[in-house]
């Protein structure tokens, strides 16, 4: 679920954006956790994009409560 594109972003309820910024927070713990355990480095973009889409997500959150645009 690492990727969520912004097409998709744009087509979620405000619950299914909180729903999923939870379930991409806990990824995102966990590739820390692989990352400082020396864990393998198929997953080096994994990382990246993990935290472009919570950004995203965040962004949206913050237009959808100030009005939008």
């Known amino acids: 679920m690492s990727h969520i594109s912004s097409r998709d972003i ?3 309820s ?14 995102l713990l966990q590739l820390r956790a ?4 020396g864990g393998s480095s198929s997953n080096s973009g994994s ?3 993990t935290r472009r889409s919570i950004a995203r ?6 237009q959808n ?3 939008g645009e």
Not at 16 to 27: A, F, I, M, N, S
Not at 34 to 37: E, K
């Open 57 to 62: 997500i965040l962004t949206k959150i913050n």
């Open 14 to 27: 405000s619950e299914q954006l909180h729903r999923t910024l939870d379930d991409l927070k806990d990824e």
């Open 34 to 37: 692989q990352q400082a355990l």
């Open 10 to 12: 744009e087509t979620m």
């Open 47 to 49: 990382y990246k994009q």
């Open 65 to 67: 409560s100030k009005g």
